[in-house]
């Protein structure tokens, strides 16, 4: 189960795309979900970040970059103008 979550994670393919050898995936999807609304997820990483870096102590962080995060083609230029659902009053206040 944990393989199939991993290799959808991985791959970025469609759930529906999951190879038959990590069963059905209906059933893979449906546990990720519970498994992330339930906070499973978050007591496994501390689970397996228990006792690293304890130098850091309990602000030890994931961290990811460009090479782990894929970016859609278009999302290399910054918006030039405030969102419109975001007046420019609220912005200002936002950023003080």
């Known amino acids: 189960m944990m393989n199939g979550i991993f290799h959808r994670t991985r791959t970025a393919t469609p759930w529906r795309d999951l190879p038959?050898?990590?069963g059905r995936w209906k059933t893979v999807y449906n546990?990720?979900?519970r498994w992330s609304?339930?906070?499973t997820w978050e007591r496994i990483l501390d689970?397996?970040?228990a006792g690293c870096d304890e130098v850091e102590g309990e602000d030890w962080t994931v961290?990811?970059?460009?090479?782990?995060?894929?970016?859609?083609?278009?999302?290399a230029g910054?918006?030039?103008a405030p969102a419109v659902d975001l007046?420019?009053?609220?912005?200002?206040k936002i950023t003080k």
């Open 20 to 22: 038959p050898c990590y």
């Open 31 to 33: 546990r990720h979900r």
């Open 37 to 39: 609304l339930d906070g």
């Open 47 to 49: 689970g397996l970040r």
């Open 63 to 75: 961290s990811a970059d460009s090479t782990v995060v894929r970016a859609h083609q278009h999302a």
């Open 78 to 80: 910054a918006r030039h």
């Open 87 to 92: 007046p420019s009053k609220g912005l200002a």
